[in-house]
């Protein structure tokens, strides 16, 4: 006997990078990462599958998927397969998208259910285990799960503050990747006093300040180029920001400018796409 379950979570953008501080913020995006999962106990093996990439890494869903069973205590295995709106290893927040929306669907394969943030923090141990994250990465899956704008603290796993914001998103994602597990902490690391400033205007409800200061920071500290960023600033932007790790960029635009940055990022002619979106405040389920 089988049984089968379907889940979506959300990509997220970056407010501020909690590698320097382990505190972040993030704000949940209206593209989603989508899962079918298939349980069976016929077999004790896990075995994922990412549409579109057929040698990409999946040991963050398997994980995910085997945390929620050995919670239930439930011996079975499983297939998982997910398929993406969001750009891979982009600074986007695909991986916590993963493996929040594996762990629903396989809670929905199971007709069982988890506390919302029981479920976020699982991922995030997932997430820790696959080792494709530094921080945990609490505050990209709480922006996943919950949507709007999130404040935490990563080292507590602590939500600190969850607000709703009605606002395009404009993202810029070059054709290349960069995997969080790779970037260089320690340059991260020398940036902890201004980004703790950063972080204090986020409490204070100042997000596009707050994105902005952590985006000329992190590129700096990560050695990203501030032209895209400057391009948005031109326009009348104010809050502009590298997104987690890179390489992608991420703008939070009133509706009427949402058109004018997106036609000049695509003018900039540089390898990649543009894509116009909006903060999702809707999340999953709420915290």
Request: aromatic share 6%; hydrophobic share 40%.
């Amino acid at each position: 006997m089988t049984f089968t379950g379907q889940a979506y979570a959300l990509g997220a953008g970056t407010i501020i990078n909690a590698i320097a501080t382990w505190k972040g913020a993030a704000f949940g995006v209206d593209l989603k990462t989508f899962v079918d999962v298939e349980l069976t106990k016929e077999s004790s093996s896990f075995i994922g599958t990412i549409e579109g990439v057929p040698q990409g890494d999946t040991t963050l869903i398997e994980r995910s998927m085997e945390l929620v069973l050995e919670h239930f205590g439930i011996e079975m295995g499983g297939t998982i397969v997910t398929r993406s709106e969001i750009p891979l290893a982009s600074g986007l927040k695909s991986s916590s998208a993963a493996a929040n929306a594996t762990i629903l669907a396989t809670l929905d394969a199971l007709g069982e259910t988890l506390e919302p943030l029981d479920a976020v923090k699982m991922g995030v141990r997932a997430a820790k285990d696959a080792g494709v994250t530094i921080t945990g990465a609490f505050d990209d899956a709480c922006a996943s799960f919950f949507g709007g704008i999130v404040v935490t603290d990563n080292r507590t796993n602590e939500l600190v503050k969850r607000t709703e914001k009605e606002m395009d998103v404009v993202i810029f994602a070059p054709d290349r990747q960069s995997f969080s597990s790779q970037t260089n902490v320690h340059n991260s690391e020398l940036l902890a006093p201004w980004v703790d400033m950063a972080y204090d205007l986020a409490l204070d409800g100042e997000y596009e300040k707050a994105m902005t200061l952590n985006g000329f920071l992190y590129c700096g500290a990560l050695g990203f180029s501030t032209d895209i960023m400057m391009e948005a600033l031109k326009c009348g932007v104010k809050g502009v920001s590298l997104s987690g790790t890179g390489p992608a960029y991420c703008a939070l635009v009133d509706r009427n400018m949402a058109d004018t940055l997106k036609k000049v990022w695509d003018d900039l002619g540089t390898s990649g796409k543009v894509i116009k979106t909006k903060i999702n405040n809707e999340g999953l389920t709420k915290p």
